[in-house]
């Protein structure tokens, strides 16, 4: 079995890639790189290269070679490569007629628990959401906690207007659902140990990045004087990176993208050094497309100290558009199914009809002009 056809669709902000070998079996992929889709596109391309010819089995083999072939990094190249390489482990899947999952190991849960993220909006909107995704199933939401206004208000009524959003949350949903809080890397190290310590009352499941990622020594300062649990690991792309906040960052949940960390391969690597860790797995999954998600199911279902999932419901637009089925989400769990490798088939015609983000949006500014942290 041979590759013999490398594809590369761009969609909304997703850029998928399609294998296709000379037994006729195909394996797709997603790049979750959403800022710039179409530079992982360029990188997936140049691949084709190297995995046109190529037995498509053993991916350890074919990671490698791809990763190390320029020793260049960024999420660009771990876009592309992450894309190929779920590809590869959806081939492998098909070819051996079981679910990449049953590859994995086989599962330790029959099910992977979602955590819906709530809609940014008002105090009460958000509360309100987050009461009906509880009545929905869901025993978990994360809430985008901080707000755009956020940036211009002074410290003390910065952290009150925190704190009050959080706890109208918490309000909504009682105790019987866990909250995470998204900060968005959006405070300083001593405003986020103030909002730690005011956002113990309600007991939340983490904070995630309450700090910008760039120093895992600033990291570890927040975690170090604070008594809620941490969580980070989005943008890293490597067992080098999450090796360091993994062992040294005071993390407790560690959240790697399937659609930039390196795809499964890799991933399952971060995986494991973390739970050597004790440390919990909350995969960074929004605004993935359907076949992260399910990628990010498969994992859930193989990996011991998978958490929880973060999750936008994908029944509508462009999600839907984009594959001829999604993952089945019901009474807040994801299922990955029994089909074989991922189970997920792109839709040529609705690939077309769903256009590419063109914008970036704009930067944060203060009201004094300067550009505000994120």
Same mark, same amino acid.
């Given at each position: 079995?041979?590759i013999e056809k ?6 909304h902000?997703?850029?998928?890639v ?5 037994t006729?079996?195909?394996?797709v992929g ?5 800022g ?7 990188i ?8 046109? !010819?190529?037995?498509?089995?053993p ?7 791809? +990763?190390r072939n ?6 660009? @190249?771990?876009?592309? @490569? ?12 098909? $070819?051996?007629?079981a679910p990449v999952y049953?590859?994995l ?6 099910r992977?628990r979602?955590m ?9 909107a958000?509360a ?5 995704a509880?009545?929905?199933g869901y025993?978990a939401?994360k ?8 940036? #211009?208000?002074t $410290? ?6 925190l ?5 109208a949350?918490?309000d909504?949903? !009682?105790w ?15 405003d986020?140990i ?11 499941? +983490? ?11 600033? +990291?570890?300062?927040?975690a170090?004087k ?9 943008r890293?792309l490597?067992?080098?990176?999450f090796?360091?906040y ?9 959240r790697?993208?399937?659609g930039?960390?390196? !795809?499964?391969? $890799?991933m399952?690597?971060v995986c ?5 860790h004790?440390q919990? @797995?909350i995969?960074?999954?929004v ?7 399910? /990628? ?8 011991p100290?998978?958490e929880?999932?973060e999750?936008?419901?994908?029944? !509508?637009?462009?999600?839907?558009d ?15 199914g #029994?089909a074989?490798?991922?189970?997920i088939?792109?839709d ?5 009809r ?7 949006g /704009?930067t944060?500014?203060? /009201?004094?002009?300067?550009?505000? +942290?994120?």
């Amino acid at each position: 079995m041979k590759i013999e056809k490398l594809e590369t669709f761009v969609a909304h902000n997703w850029m998928f890639v399609r294998l296709t070998t000379d037994t006729g079996l195909q394996g797709v992929g997603e790049s979750t790189f959403f800022g710039w889709p179409n530079a992982a596109e360029t990188i997936t391309k140049s691949f084709s290269e190297y995995l046109i !010819g190529q037995d498509p089995l053993p991916v350890e083999q074919h990671w490698l070679y791809m +990763f190390r072939n320029k020793n260049m990094r960024g999420m660009a @190249i771990g876009g592309a @490569i992450s894309a190929i390489d779920q590809a590869l482990w959806d081939i492998r899947g098909r $070819h051996f007629q079981a679910p990449v999952y049953s590859l994995l190991g086989g599962p330790v849960r029959n099910r992977v628990r979602a955590m819906l993220v709530l809609n940014t909006g008002t105090k009460d909107a958000v509360a309100n959401e987050a009461a009906r995704a509880h009545k929905d199933g869901y025993t978990a939401v994360k809430v985008l906690l901080f707000q755009h206004d956020h940036i #211009d208000m002074t $410290h003390a009524r910065r952290i009150k207007d925190l704190v009050d959003r959080a706890e109208a949350v918490r309000d909504s949903v !009682g105790w019987d659902c866990d909250i995470g809080i998204e900060i968005h890397r959006n405070m300083a190290v001593g405003d986020s140990i103030v909002l730690a310590a005011e956002l113990e009352k309600i007991r939340p499941l +983490f904070i995630e990045d309450p700090v910008p990622p760039d120093s895992v020594l600033s +990291f570890g300062e927040v975690a170090q004087k604070s008594r809620v649990p941490m969580a980070a690991g989005e943008r890293n792309l490597n067992i080098w990176e999450f090796r360091e906040y993994i062992e040294h960052a005071g993390v407790h949940f560690i959240r790697p993208d399937v659609g930039v960390c390196g !795809g499964i391969t $890799h991933m399952k690597k971060v995986c494991t050094i973390a739970e050597s860790h004790h440390q919990g @797995i909350i995969p960074h999954a929004v605004p993935s497309g359907p076949v992260a998600t399910a /990628a990010h199911v498969h994992m859930g279902y193989a990996v011991p100290n998978w958490e929880v999932q973060e999750h936008r419901p994908q029944e !509508g637009s462009p999600w839907k558009d984009v594959v001829k089925h999604v993952t089945r989400l019901e009474n807040g769990y994801l299922y990955a199914g #029994d089909a074989p490798g991922l189970g997920i088939e792109l839709d040529d015609v609705g690939l077309k009809r769903v256009k590419p983000m063109t914008t970036l949006g /704009a930067t944060a500014t203060r /009201a004094d002009g300067s550009v505000a +942290f994120r």
